[in-house]
């Protein structure tokens, strides 16, 4: 099969997209052809030649980069079919799109949509998920409707914001209601991008200030004494059939993050190769293991996650209570990333992984591609 890797992207986590993406053009068994398709900060797409793409092969450490030739630039027609992407006229004859583009237009539905109007497989989560779980609000909402606990939270919008009496109120509301310290991130951004956790008024609206210029909606919440735990989750929750173990739901083996910074913020995701310890697996009792586990499937499938996600828990280390944290549905892929951790350390290897990820999209694509759509 011609499977298109997209990557970049115009999201604060484009640097990120370009390390991980270059793992999983490593990890695509070399039956496939790959066409690496980059797209810029300014959201302009590039077919790249082959030779980026032999260059990453033969450095396992070298992450993607895009060339941005004029004659390279790529179209979309949607309805087309394998055929819908074309550069100078010529299609590129596409089986599967397997998008490594991680937050803001990558993530959030956007391309996700653009890719169901296409007709085209591609691995993940289709457009409603997409959108729905990179809200972190609307997530805390579907899963408290679930029966699946969060940690306490406040939601401020830019409307309030803009409001000097309501943004007061809402301000000692939260200071109030949920107490210092706090944790204030942007509702629809990844990789900690915009939070910081509080511990003083002053801190805390400058931790405002902060999320406010990453995102329109702010999630505040109560910062509780808690062990981070992550868990990998793949296949097909709408679709899946008994006679096709590739789309049956599986959470793997959970793992946990030890951060040596305040939080795990993107610098110690990304920046300090020593800001954080990960526990693969993690050192919680069989009985609560599966617990995250079977938690982690329950929010996938209550979310009608498909593909793959990592599902992320806070447990508080005072009373052992568990909490659904968020829910990544294109987790990280880099050579530290948690989520193929976690699913290498259940006998799933990086390859075999990919290839999975790849079968789910073509019998997910193929499920819809079924059902009636016009009389």
């Not at 007061?168 to 200071?175: G, N």
Request: glycine share 6%.
């Amino acid at each position: 099969m011609n499977i298109a890797l997209i990557y970049g992207g115009r999201s604060g986590e484009h640097e990120i997209s370009l390390i991980s993406a270059a793992s999983v053009a490593r990890g695509i068994k070399k039956q496939h052809s790959v066409i690496l398709i980059g797209i810029t900060k300014d959201g302009k797409w590039y077919l790249q030649d082959n030779a980026e793409y032999e260059r990453i092969l033969n450095d396992k450490s070298a992450a993607l980069t895009i060339s941005e030739a004029p004659e390279k630039s790529v179209s979309i027609i949607p309805g087309s079919g394998k055929n819908a992407f074309s550069v100078n006229g010529k299609a590129l004859s596409v089986d599967v799109v397997f998008p490594i583009l991680h937050g803001t237009y990558g993530e959030d539905g956007t391309i996700q949509g653009l890719l169901e109007m296409t007709g085209i497989p591609f691995v993940g989560c289709e457009t409603m998920a997409s959108s729905l779980t990179m809200d972190k609000e609307k997530t805390k909402q579907v899963l408290q409707a679930s029966g699946i606990p969060v940690v306490p939270y406040i939601c401020i919008k830019r409307s309030d914001l803009n409001d000097s009496q309501r943004y007061d109120e809402i301000f000692q509301r939260c200071i109030n209601e949920l107490s210092f310290p706090l944790f204030v991130k942007p509702c629809c951004a990844g990789s900690s991008n915009g939070a910081n956790k509080a511990s003083t008024p002053k801190e805390f609206s400058y931790a405002l200030m902060e999320a406010f210029s990453w995102d329109n909606k702010v999630l505040v919440e109560k910062a509780i004494n808690a062990r981070e735990i992550e868990c990998s989750v793949t296949g097909n929750s709408t679709t899946a059939s008994p006679d096709n173990e590739s789309e049956a739901v599986k959470a793997y083996i959970p793992g946990e993050i030890l951060p040596t910074h305040t939080f795990y913020d993107f610098d110690a995701k990304y920046n300090d190769p020593n800001g954080a310890a990960l526990r693969i697996p993690a050192e919680l009792s069989p009985d609560l293991i599966e617990t995250v586990r079977s938690t982690a499937v329950k929010a996938y499938k209550a979310l009608d996650a498909s593909g793959f996600s990592r599902v992320d828990f806070f447990i508080d280390k005072d009373t052992n209570d568990l909490y659904f944290n968020e829910i990544n549905t294109i987790p990280g892929f880099t050579s530290i990333s948690m989520f193929p951790k976690m699913c290498e350390a259940a006998g799933l290897e990086f390859s075999d992984l990919t290839e999975l990820l790849i079968n789910e999209a073509v019998l997910r694509f193929n499920a819809k591609a079924s059902l009636t759509t016009s009389r």
